[in-house]
């Protein structure tokens, strides 16, 4: 067990909806970054936030947007869904006495029909 | 643009024998992760390499970074089933931008 936890397990949706991930940190862990896997793009980062503030940003589409609250939780948003956004999306954490290394959670998986 | 290629995309290999994945970047980089991740699971973290000529071992795994020539291996001694799994090399782009690229993945089946 990584420490990080994320809401939902699974989701499953419908085109065009809009749907929130949600991300607990490890504990004393200030950064989040949020990942997609899927078959066809393979890992993706999307974006990463520092103690609340955006720190770096990958492959995220217009559509989904992502933001850090002051108990450090963070949530990725995605909306107007595509079925291409079908994919497990990750979160992890870093930051407290290992700096650099991340931990992943266990991922939410995203089925959108 | 940075890519990061791995090789080879997939290995099976009898218990007991030896074998290296490699991972080749494109642009300078400090700083190199190597994953592993079982079928249906997360990610979980194995080395982070930071500096030239780093090398980190863990039970029968060993990485090692070469930033000059842009190459991280990873070496498996002895190879025993439960090292069955994919595994994912990321190097982090600092230049410019900042953000993390993941290799394809080797996908490793050790046969008993």
């Known amino acids: 067990d990584s420490g990080v936890t994320q809401t939902p397990k699974h989701l499953i949706t419908a085109t065009g909806q809009r749907v929130t991930l949600r991300c607990s940190p490890r504990?004393?862990?200030?950064?989040v970054y949020w990942y997609q896997q899927s078959l066809d793009q393979g890992l993706q980062f999307l974006i990463q936030?520092?103690?609340?503030?955006?720190?770096a940003k990958g492959n995220i589409l217009e559509r989904f947007s992502a933001q850090q609250f002051p108990d450090l939780h963070s949530e990725l948003n995605l909306s107007s869904l595509e079925l291409g956004d079908s994919a497990l999306y990750f979160c992890?954490?870093?930051?407290?006495?290992?700096?650099?290394?991340?931990?992943f959670g266990p991922g939410t998986r995203l089925t959108v029909l | 643009e940075l890519k990061v290629e791995q090789n080879p995309l997939f290995l099976s290999m009898q218990e007991g024998k030896n074998y290296t994945i490699y991972c080749n970047y494109s642009?300078?980089?400090?700083?190199l992760y190597w994953y592993r991740q079982d079928p249906g699971k997360s990610l979980e973290s194995l080395f982070v390499l930071l500096s030239n000529g780093a090398v980190k071992q863990e039970g029968r795994l060993m990485a090692s970074l070469d930033t000059k020539a842009r190459l991280s291996t990873l070496h498996i001694t002895a190879a025993v089933h439960d090292l069955s799994a994919t595994y994912f090399c990321a190097v982090v782009l600092t230049s410019g931008t900042y953000k993390y690229i993941f290799g394809t993945g080797t996908r490793l089946k050790v046969l008993a």
């Open positions: 992890a954490s870093s930051g407290g006495r290992s700096y650099n290394e991340q931990f």
């Open positions: 504990s004393g862990d200030l950064s």
């Open positions: 642009t300078t980089s400090d700083r």
């Open positions: 936030y520092y103690n609340g503030e955006e720190r």
